[in-house]
């Protein structure tokens, strides 16, 4: 984030962005770290400007830092070479980067160019860490040595002495962590704050629980080493006036403890003997069972245990401060009931636990919170304190879950269950969206409330450029269908039912049907790709990587459970093919390029993936974020060596003109059914007509669904009719947008 000196360094973008990007470049000779100019901002956050991008006519600005005593370098114009996606990893396959020599002889400092910040933020959110500076050790073990002097004190005198007089008490507190927030980046542009960052730990003795803060570099040294079951002993911290009371959330006077770097400096130890006569209490718990979940009340808190079945794809919306909060939808199953739990999983600022969480895990989340609202579909969400341990992820766990009986109980579940039968039900990616939109546009629109109403197709154009990276957000238009096709992807071929519907009479849904023939496009020869050539595909080996591939003979999900357990005794494919080969592209409808946008295909990170345990790492990159170093960047279309999900059979895409305006709009529609664990149907009875399944978003589960042919044989009954489309979009990065139609409501003339 820019800081006061900002206006000095970029005069000409004063009011372009409040980010700054810095960049390291090569031509394979030699790195160079660069500042961005921020008017190319936009080109980064939809991510055409990214690691592993090939540039040229790049404009250096080289000025002197008499400050720092070095030479600044600044972007202030580039062209992006799109010709390639790969082109960088063909370039530098055989070139160890990390051992290339850095411009001017010496490696830049690890901090910000152009900011006074200690520390970058993360480059696609505010609320993780990011650099080694975010130690996972303590700094050093002075710090018990000097406490261990001091007497103890309770809470509660603590709070009496404050409420009383104001005054601090001398002394040490012996406190065990309760609950452990995530991290908050409080900083504001153009402010000089070096590390604008806090978190909040709720502690407690035998006496009282009170809120304890970190502020600033604590932070960086301290919030990844602390855990909730951990026993602290604190001394030299500040006592005021808890941040509840202040704002007059809570009328009752109460403390908060501050933990800073100076004023007093505060000293912190990790206690590894705890005494028994402390009596310090336990970490509260609340699991819950799937099936027990409705019957609870809407924002209800409880923690949760059960094995991931499903792992959406990261996006994120923007909050109402202006930042990007990303999540991700986990399915999960507990033996409970027959039906998944689904969680919408926020940032908890775990950010390695949150990248390679993966079907056939056990899935432990605290201090969840439940959406239940006016539909019959609920799920669980973060709350500030939420904290995520799963298997394999090498996240610690402190808290014995041993006695727990909902844990327990799961464990027996998990012993029983068939692990190919898990295997085969196991997604990974895809569009999700949950909870499915109503059938009704009434209840539709009365469920929007303030939200926006119908847009134009110009304005849709304009809010879907506006759009970042994965930001994703529903609109409406109404609309008339003039093409549907269907595809069909089978064996490595496509087939296609194209046409646009006749302008006739719509045919009756209950008529005889004729199948249209399908029409297969040739398969023609695949080329080798020169980066992934081989098998198994596996990610570009660079000095820096690691090992990827793990044999699963070993997989047990009882014994990877036992994960937890023991940590209580101790107490602690198909290869893909090119994207111009003719043999496995998608055949798309005729549309005017001067008005039609988005894309008319399904994209690779539209279509859910089986997973894949033996590269279950390398799916869980594909399906995650763009890395924003080269040794973590995977080929552009590794994710389509993935299978598509088994009850993937194909989609539709119906191309839609704007009334207002006559925008066309390419528009996805992937049907549920009860195929699918994935999009699952409404449960309404419906008659299985165009105009049904559009409002319901798939078809009835109470008959078989119709076939693809079947449906183009009656496309007739989409003429004639207005509609007003609900449009899912999510751009994808390097100018694909993602627009899925969730929902099409017939107007009556």
Same mark, same amino acid.
């Given at each position: 984030?820019k800081?006061?000196n ?11 962005s ?7 470049l090569?031509?394979g ?8 100019e ?5 080109l980064?956050v ?12 790049v ?15 600044l ?16 370039a530098l396959?055989l070139?160890n980067?990390k ?5 001017a002889?010496e490696?830049?400092?690890s901090l /910000?160019l152009r900011?006074?910040?200690?520390? =970058?933020?993360p480059?696609?959110?505010?609320y993780?860490?990011?650099g ?12 018990e040595?000097s406490?261990?002097?001091r007497?103890?004190?309770s809470?509660?005198?603590v ?7 104001g005054?601090?008490?001398r ?11 995530r991290l908050?980046?409080?900083g504001?542009?153009?402010q ?12 407690a ?13 604590v932070?960086?040294e301290?919030?990844?080493?602390l ?20 704002i ?55 923690d949760m245990v059960?094995?991931v ?17 990303? $999540?991700?939808w986990i399915?999960l199953e507990d033996?409970?009931c027959?039906y ?9 600022s775990q ?17 969840l ?8 579909f ?6 500030? =304190?939420t904290q ?5 992820t090498?996240?610690?766990l402190?808290?014995?879950y ?5 844990f327990?109980?799961?464990?027996q579940?998990l ?7 898990v ?8 569009f999700f969206?949950?909870?499915?939109p109503?059938?009704?546009?009434k ?5 929007r409330?303030?939200?926006?109403g119908?847009?134009?197709?110009q304005?849709?154009r ?12 529903r609109?409406?238009?109404q609309?008339?269908?003039?093409a549907v096709?269907?595809?069909h ?8 039912l194209?046409?646009?519907? /006749?302008?006739a ?5 209950g008529l005889p049907?004729e199948s ?5 496009s ?6 080798p790709?020169?980066i992934t ?5 596996k990610r570009?080996?660079l000095?820096?990587?690691?090992p990827?591939e ?10 990877s459970?036992m ?11 198909d ?10 592209s ?12 988005s894309l008319s295909?399904a994209?690779m990170?539209t279509?859910?993936r ?5 590269r ?16 973590k960047?995977l080929? $552009?279309?590794?994710?389509e060596s ?18 207002s305006d006559?925008v066309?709009v ?16 409404l449960p ?8 049904s ?5 798939g078809?009835?589960p109470?008959v ?16 004639n009719?207005?509609?007003v489309?609900?449009?899912e979009?999510c751009?994808l990065?390097r ?5 899925v ?8 003339s």
């Open positions: 984030m800081d006061a900002f206006a000095v360094f970029f005069q000409g973008s004063i009011h372009a409040d980010s700054l990007y810095d960049a390291s090569t031509d000779d030699c790195k160079i770290r660069v500042s961005i921020p008017r190319l901002n936009h980064i939809k991510k055409q400007f990214r690691c592993g991008s090939t540039l040229k006519n404009e250096f600005l080289v000025e002197e830092n008499t400050d720092k005593g070095n030479t600044d370098i972007v202030t114009n580039l062209e992006l070479d799109q010709q390639s996606e790969d082109a960088a990893l063909l396959s070139v980067v051992s290339l020599p850095w411009w002889g490696e830049p400092s /910000p900011a006074r910040r200690s520390t =970058y933020l480059l696609w959110n505010d993780d860490f990011s080694e500076m975010w130690r996972d050790r303590p700094p050093d073990d002075e710090n040595r406490s261990s002097s007497a103890p004190v809470l509660r005198e709070r009496q002495r404050f409420l009383n007089d005054s601090r008490i002394g040490d507190v012996r406190v065990r962590i309760l609950q452990k927030s908050i980046h409080y504001k542009a153009e000089n704050c070096l590390c604008p960052y806090r978190a909040e730990l709720q502690v003795d035998e006496s009282a629980s009170v809120s304890v803060v970190l502020w600033n570099t932070c960086m301290w919030y990844r080493r855990h909730p079951g951990m026993v602290l002993r604190l001394s030299r911290f500040r006592v005021r006036q808890s941040f509840s009371h202040r007059g959330q809570n009328p009752e006077p109460d403390i908060e403890i501050s933990l800073n770097s100076s004023h007093p400096s505060a000293i912190i130890s990790i206690v590894s003997r705890v005494c028994p006569e402390w009596h310090l209490p336990d970490v509260p718990h609340d699991f819950c069972k799937g099936a027990d979940l409705q019957n609870r009340p809407h924002g209800s808190i409880c059960g094995l079945i499903f792992t959406g794809r990261p996006e994120c919306v923007k909050n109402k401060e202006g930042k990007m909060d990303h $999540f991700r399915q033996g409970s027959d998944p739990v689904m969680v919408k999983l926020h940032s908890t950010p390695d636990v949150h990248s390679t969480i993966q079907p056939m895990s056990v899935f432990v989340c605290t201090r919170q439940l959406v239940s609202g006016s539909s019959q609920y799920y669980l969400t973060n709350t500030q =304190y995520v341990y799963c298997t394999g090498g996240c610690p402190t808290i014995p041993k006695g727990i009986r909902p327990r109980q799961f464990l579940w012993d029983q269950t068939d692990e190919g039968d295997m085969k039900c196991s997604v990974v990616g895809g969206i949950y909870p499915p109503p059938a009704s546009l209840t539709f629109m009365e469920e409330k303030a939200q926006p119908l847009i134009s197709g304005e849709l304009g809010q879907c450029e506006r759009l970042q990276y994965r930001e994703s957000q609109f409406c238009v609309c008339t269908i003039t096709e269907y595809h992807q089978d064996d490595g071929q496509t087939s296609v194209s046409s646009p519907p /006749p302008p009479t719509p045919t009756s849904p049907v249209t023939p399908v029409k297969r040739p398969r023609g020869q695949k080329r790709n020169p050539s081989g098998t198994p595909r570009l080996v000095p820096s990587s690691e990827e793990i044999s699963d003979s070993g997989l047990s999900l009882f014994d459970a994960e937890f357990l023991i940590g209580d005794e101790k107490n602690v494919d290869a893909g093919s090119d994207d111009d080969d003719d043999s496995n998608f055949i798309t409808a005729d549309t005017s390029p001067a008005c039609s946008f295909q994209a990170e279509i859910p089986t997973f894949c345990y033996r279950r790492h390398t799916q869980a990159s594909a399906t995650g974020l763009h890395p924003n170093t080269f040794q960047l080929p $552009f279309d590794e994710l993935f299978s598509p999900a088994h009850f993937y059979r194909g989609h539709y895409t119906l191309q839609l003109r704007a009334l006559g066309v390419n528009a996805l529609f992937l049907p549920a059914s009860l195929e699918s664990n994935h999009w699952m149907p309404h009875r419906h008659a299985n007509s165009w105009e399944i559009l409002s319901h978003g078809f009835s109470h078989p669904p119709p076939s693809p042919a079947d449906l183009m044989a009656v496309k007739a009954q989409l003429a009719q207005k509609w489309c609900v449009l979009a751009p990065g100018n694909r947008l993602e627009l139609l969730s929902r099409a409501f017939p107007l009556q």
